[in-house]
Protein backbone atom coordinates (compact mmCIF):
# COMPACT_ATOMS: atom_id res chain seq x y z
CA UNK A 1 0.00 0.00 0.00
CA UNK A 2 1.02 3.59 -0.17
CA UNK A 3 2.09 5.38 2.86
CA UNK A 4 2.97 8.81 3.96
CA UNK A 5 4.52 9.59 7.23
CA UNK A 6 4.93 12.00 9.27
CA UNK A 7 5.38 13.10 13.55
CA UNK A 8 1.96 14.07 14.76
CA UNK A 9 2.72 16.73 17.02
CA UNK A 10 5.56 19.20 17.18
CA UNK A 11 6.53 21.69 19.74
CA UNK A 12 9.38 24.44 19.05
CA UNK A 13 10.54 27.91 20.61
CA UNK A 14 10.13 31.28 18.94
CA UNK A 15 13.45 32.24 17.39
CA UNK A 16 14.12 28.70 16.63
CA UNK A 17 14.97 26.40 13.78
CA UNK A 18 12.52 23.24 14.06
CA UNK A 19 12.77 20.22 11.18
CA UNK A 20 9.77 18.22 10.25
CA UNK A 21 10.24 14.77 8.97
CA UNK A 22 8.63 13.03 6.22
CA UNK A 23 8.91 9.41 5.08
CA UNK A 24 6.69 7.38 2.21
CA UNK A 25 6.30 4.39 0.21
CA UNK A 26 4.33 5.04 -3.01
CA UNK A 27 4.01 3.35 -5.91
CA UNK A 28 6.33 5.73 -8.06
CA UNK A 29 7.77 8.98 -7.30
CA UNK A 30 6.70 12.35 -9.28
CA UNK A 31 7.70 15.22 -6.51
CA UNK A 32 6.71 15.84 -2.93
CA UNK A 33 5.21 18.47 -1.52
CA UNK A 34 4.79 20.85 1.29
CA UNK A 35 1.46 22.47 2.72
CA UNK A 36 1.03 24.48 5.46
CA UNK A 37 -2.44 24.96 7.12
CA UNK A 38 -3.40 27.02 9.56
CA UNK A 39 -6.00 25.87 11.82
CA UNK A 40 -9.96 26.83 10.04
CA UNK A 41 -8.24 27.61 6.66
CA UNK A 42 -7.42 25.55 3.27
CA UNK A 43 -3.97 24.29 3.03
CA UNK A 44 -1.59 26.50 1.05
CA UNK A 45 1.31 25.58 -0.78
CA UNK A 46 5.25 25.91 0.64
CA UNK A 47 7.63 23.56 -1.69
CA UNK A 48 8.12 21.09 -4.11
CA UNK A 49 11.10 18.52 -4.82
CA UNK A 50 11.15 16.34 -7.33
CA UNK A 51 15.10 16.19 -7.81
CA UNK A 52 17.11 15.27 -4.75
CA UNK A 53 18.90 18.17 -2.42
CA UNK A 54 17.89 21.24 -0.66
CA UNK A 55 15.60 23.73 -2.03
CA UNK A 56 15.11 27.14 -0.20
CA UNK A 57 12.62 29.60 0.20
CA UNK A 58 13.02 32.23 2.74
CA UNK A 59 12.81 30.94 6.08
CA UNK A 60 11.88 27.88 4.75
CA UNK A 61 13.73 24.96 3.23
CA UNK A 62 13.28 21.61 1.83
CA UNK A 63 14.80 18.24 1.07
CA UNK A 64 14.62 15.20 -0.78
CA UNK A 65 16.59 11.88 -0.66
CA UNK A 66 14.23 9.79 -3.25
CA UNK A 67 16.76 6.78 -2.53
CA UNK A 68 15.79 7.05 0.99
CA UNK A 69 12.12 7.83 0.74
CA UNK A 70 12.75 10.75 3.10
CA UNK A 71 11.84 14.47 2.81
CA UNK A 72 12.12 17.30 5.61
CA UNK A 73 10.92 20.77 5.73
CA UNK A 74 12.68 23.11 7.99
CA UNK A 75 12.02 26.29 9.52
CA UNK A 76 14.03 29.03 10.70
CA UNK A 77 13.72 31.99 13.02
CA UNK A 78 10.61 30.46 14.04
CA UNK A 79 8.09 33.07 14.29
CA UNK A 80 4.53 32.86 16.33
CA UNK A 81 2.64 33.20 13.01
CA UNK A 82 4.05 29.71 11.90
CA UNK A 83 2.14 27.70 14.38
CA UNK A 84 -0.15 25.58 11.94
CA UNK A 85 0.23 22.17 10.50
CA UNK A 86 2.53 20.81 7.89
CA UNK A 87 1.46 18.55 5.09
CA UNK A 88 3.64 16.02 2.86
CA UNK A 89 2.23 14.72 -0.28
CA UNK A 90 3.50 12.17 -2.82
CA UNK A 91 2.59 12.69 -6.49
CA UNK A 92 2.75 8.54 -6.81
CA UNK A 93 3.17 7.37 -10.42
CA UNK A 94 -0.27 7.90 -11.45
CA UNK A 95 0.43 11.57 -10.74
CA UNK A 96 -2.30 11.10 -7.80
CA UNK A 97 -1.46 12.90 -4.33
CA UNK A 98 -0.88 10.41 -1.43
CA UNK A 99 -1.49 12.53 1.95
CA UNK A 100 0.07 12.87 4.72
CA UNK A 101 -1.95 13.01 8.26
CA UNK A 102 0.05 16.27 8.59
CA UNK A 103 2.46 17.68 11.75
CA UNK A 104 0.94 19.82 13.80
CA UNK A 105 3.34 22.63 14.84
CA UNK A 106 3.02 24.52 18.40
CA UNK A 107 5.52 27.66 18.48
CA UNK A 108 6.13 28.63 22.05
CA UNK A 109 7.38 32.08 23.10
CA UNK B 1 -2.31 31.41 -9.09
CA UNK B 2 -6.38 30.57 -8.82
CA UNK B 3 -8.44 32.29 -6.73
CA UNK B 4 -11.25 29.68 -5.53
CA UNK B 5 -14.15 30.81 -3.74
CA UNK B 6 -16.32 28.03 -2.13
CA UNK B 7 -19.78 28.46 -0.63
CA UNK B 8 -21.14 27.88 1.82
CA UNK B 9 -18.07 28.58 4.67
CA UNK B 10 -20.24 26.48 7.51
CA UNK B 11 -23.45 24.60 8.02
CA UNK B 12 -24.75 22.69 10.78
CA UNK B 13 -26.52 20.11 8.46
CA UNK B 14 -29.95 17.43 10.38
CA UNK B 15 -29.19 13.90 9.68
CA UNK B 16 -30.67 12.66 6.20
CA UNK B 17 -30.56 16.05 4.95
CA UNK B 18 -28.39 16.70 1.89
CA UNK B 19 -26.36 19.94 1.45
CA UNK B 20 -24.81 21.40 -2.13
CA UNK B 21 -21.20 22.95 -1.90
CA UNK B 22 -20.21 25.24 -4.93
CA UNK B 23 -16.99 26.08 -5.68
CA UNK B 24 -16.24 28.96 -8.22
CA UNK B 25 -12.74 29.25 -9.58
CA UNK B 26 -11.93 32.81 -11.50
CA UNK B 27 -10.33 31.30 -14.23
CA UNK B 28 -10.94 27.97 -16.85
CA UNK B 29 -9.47 25.32 -15.60
CA UNK B 30 -9.84 21.48 -16.69
CA UNK B 31 -9.60 19.91 -13.73
CA UNK B 32 -11.51 20.43 -10.48
CA UNK B 33 -10.60 18.39 -7.45
CA UNK B 34 -12.94 17.74 -4.49
CA UNK B 35 -10.97 16.60 -1.29
CA UNK B 36 -12.84 15.16 2.52
CA UNK B 37 -10.45 16.49 5.40
CA UNK B 38 -12.21 14.51 8.49
CA UNK B 39 -11.03 15.86 11.86
CA UNK B 40 -7.34 15.37 12.67
CA UNK B 41 -7.35 13.48 9.39
CA UNK B 42 -5.39 13.91 5.95
CA UNK B 43 -6.55 14.96 3.03
CA UNK B 44 -8.75 12.21 0.98
CA UNK B 45 -9.34 12.99 -2.33
CA UNK B 46 -13.32 12.12 -3.37
CA UNK B 47 -13.23 12.97 -6.64
CA UNK B 48 -12.17 14.55 -9.97
CA UNK B 49 -15.05 16.40 -11.37
CA UNK B 50 -14.28 17.44 -15.74
CA UNK B 51 -16.37 19.10 -17.61
CA UNK B 52 -18.22 17.71 -20.37
CA UNK B 53 -17.99 14.13 -18.72
CA UNK B 54 -19.05 12.74 -15.17
CA UNK B 55 -16.91 12.97 -12.19
CA UNK B 56 -14.18 10.18 -11.55
CA UNK B 57 -14.72 9.09 -8.23
CA UNK B 58 -12.11 7.51 -5.74
CA UNK B 59 -12.31 4.26 -3.84
CA UNK B 60 -14.82 4.29 -1.28
CA UNK B 61 -16.64 6.98 -2.47
CA UNK B 62 -19.71 7.31 -4.72
CA UNK B 63 -22.23 8.71 -7.16
CA UNK B 64 -25.17 8.34 -4.91
CA UNK B 65 -23.34 9.71 -2.13
CA UNK B 66 -21.85 13.01 -3.57
CA UNK B 67 -23.20 13.62 -6.74
CA UNK B 68 -21.10 16.26 -8.77
CA UNK B 69 -21.78 18.91 -11.08
CA UNK B 70 -19.20 20.96 -13.61
CA UNK B 71 -21.35 22.50 -16.12
CA UNK B 72 -18.35 24.68 -17.28
CA UNK B 73 -14.51 25.28 -16.86
CA UNK B 74 -14.78 27.68 -14.03
CA UNK B 75 -17.75 26.35 -11.47
CA UNK B 76 -18.59 22.83 -9.96
CA UNK B 77 -20.52 21.48 -6.99
CA UNK B 78 -20.36 18.81 -4.81
CA UNK B 79 -23.65 17.40 -2.91
CA UNK B 80 -23.76 15.48 0.30
CA UNK B 81 -26.45 13.63 0.41
CA UNK B 82 -28.51 11.65 2.82
CA UNK B 83 -26.05 13.09 5.56
CA UNK B 84 -25.03 11.44 8.58
CA UNK B 85 -23.06 12.22 11.50
CA UNK B 86 -20.09 10.28 10.16
CA UNK B 87 -20.25 13.22 6.95
CA UNK B 88 -19.12 15.82 9.24
CA UNK B 89 -15.60 17.49 7.76
CA UNK B 90 -14.13 19.83 6.01
CA UNK B 91 -14.96 19.81 2.47
CA UNK B 92 -12.70 21.26 -0.60
CA UNK B 93 -12.41 22.32 -3.47
CA UNK B 94 -8.98 22.69 -5.40
CA UNK B 95 -7.65 23.21 -8.92
CA UNK B 96 -3.75 22.32 -10.06
CA UNK B 97 -1.83 25.62 -10.34
CA UNK B 98 0.06 24.94 -13.64
CA UNK B 99 0.02 23.13 -16.84
CA UNK B 100 0.42 19.25 -17.16
CA UNK B 101 1.32 16.55 -14.93
CA UNK B 102 4.55 18.20 -14.04
CA UNK B 103 3.37 20.96 -12.49
CA UNK B 104 3.13 21.85 -8.90
CA UNK B 105 0.91 22.90 -6.74
CA UNK B 106 -2.80 22.75 -5.66
CA UNK B 107 -4.48 25.89 -4.99
CA UNK B 108 -7.68 25.46 -2.74
CA UNK B 109 -10.69 27.15 -1.85
CA UNK B 110 -11.69 27.83 2.12
CA UNK B 111 -12.53 25.09 2.93
CA UNK B 112 -16.87 23.93 3.39
CA UNK B 113 -16.95 22.93 7.43
CA UNK B 114 -20.10 20.60 7.55
CA UNK B 115 -21.59 19.51 11.23
CA UNK B 116 -24.54 16.73 10.79
CA UNK B 117 -26.55 16.56 14.02
Known amino acids: GQNIDQPTEMTATEGAIVQINCTYQTSGFNGLFWYQQHAGEAPTFLSY??LDGLEEKGRFSSFLSRSKGYSYLLLKELQMKDSASYLCAVKDSNYQLIWGAGTKLIIKP | SAVISQKPSRDICQRGTSLTIQCQVD?????MFWYRQQPGQSLTLIATANQGSEATYESGFVIDKFPISRPNLTFSTLTVSNMSPEDSSIYLC??????????????FGEGSRLTVL
Open chain 1, 49 to 50: NV
Open chain 2, 27 to 31: SQVTM
Open chain 2, 94 to 107: SVPGGWGQESGELF
